[in-house]
């Protein structure tokens, strides 16, 4: 997904974000913590070996969401 998003990142650029979960997924971050932290849907960690710095989730808050039937997740408000 790519979006800009000023606000949350502190430039204008657009920027990519991964899609980790579609419609009824239960997505939660994060298991673990530093290097060994891991957003996990439907209960199985995601093996993400191209994320930088092992940085899973980009802005350090923790959640726990199910994507709504027939619904991808959204940017952030205001970005997409």
Excluded at 20 to 32: F, I, L, M, Q
Excluded at 41 to 49: D, H, I, S, Y
Excluded at 52 to 70: A, E, L, N, S
């Amino acid at each position: 997904m790519l979006f800009s998003a000023p606000d949350r990142y502190g430039f204008s650029a657009s920027v990519m974000q991964r899609v980790v979960g579609v419609g009824r997924d239960r997505v939660v971050c994060c298991t673990g913590s530093g290097t060994a932290a891991r957003i996990t849907v439907n209960g199985k960690p995601l093996a993400e070996p191209y994320v930088k710095q092992r940085d899973v989730d980009g802005v350090h808050k923790t959640y726990d969401v199910t994507v709504p039937k027939g619904r991808w997740p959204r940017p952030p408000s205001g970005t997409g």
